[in-house]
């Protein structure tokens, strides 16, 4: 079956950087894009932005660019979101989301606590 | 960027009775591509409704949605125990998807 596993959860020091992976199995990993979703403690659902999974061209949200950078290694069909100086309000539980929009499959979730 | 509004923030309801839940989006979602989720606790979303009506696989027809252009409904005719959770309305007609701020179905 169609499925999205995350990497385990995070503790980092402000300044620091994480790198978050999706690991997909049950389908052809380079047929559909990659969509990644924040969401803070206690918080709504936020699109963060997605990648093509063939070409590796990524877009950003608007609010999400500069410190997260999305790749592939499509060798292991693996998407990857990785955060650099990270900040206290990076906090949050990031998902990611295999196309098309809207998302029926959904990896677990992994928590990126940022706390010094 | 499309900006989408949920409304109430709140509904208290019991189990057994309708809820309807609003999503304003800021101006007209392209070709009613408007979803719903739903999501409890500790748990990813679950797409319910695509397409503002057209209901997901394995989706109960309690669930039903409704609209065009900037206003959409979600409407659950009875509601059952596992349905208090949060709802979010997504739109995805757009090259920047946005989601609302969500609706919380608590018992009450």
């Known amino acids: 079956q169609v499925q999205l596993v995350q990497s385990g959860s995070e503790l980092k020091k402000p300044g620091a950087s994480v790198k978050v992976s999706c690991k997909a199995s049950g389908y052809t990993f380079t047929t559909y894009a990659m969509n990644w979703v924040r969401q803070a403690p206690g918080q709504g659902l936020e699109w963060m932005g997605w990648i093509n999974t063939n070409t590796g061209n990524p877009t950003y949200a608007q609010g999400f660019t500069g410190r997260f950078v999305f790749s592939l290694d499509t060798s292991v069909s693996t998407a990857y979101l990785q955060i650099s100086s990270l900040k206290a309000e990076d906090t949050a539980v990031y998902y990611c989301a295999r196309a098309p929009q809207p998302s029926i499959t959904w990896g677990q979730g992994t928590l990126v606590t940022v706390s010094s | 960027e499309i900006v989408l509004t949920q409304s109430p923030g709140t509904l208290s309801l019991s189990p057994g009775e309708r809820a309807t839940l609003s999503c304003r989006a800021s101006?007209?979602?392209?070709?009613?591509?408007l979803a719903w989720y739903q999501q409890k606790p500790g748990q990813a979303p679950r797409l319910l409704i695509y397409g503002a009506s057209s209901r997901a696989t394995g989706i109960p027809d309690r669930f039903s949605g409704s609209g065009s252009g900037t206003d959409f409904t979600l409407t659950i005719s009875r509601l059952e125990p596992e349905d208090f959770a949060v709802y979010y309305c997504?739109?995805?007609?757009?090259?920047?998807?946005?989601f609302g701020q969500g609706t919380k179905v608590e018992i009450k």
């Open positions: 101006q007209s979602v392209s070709s009613s591509y």
């Open positions: 997504q739109q995805y007609g757009s090259s920047q998807k946005t």
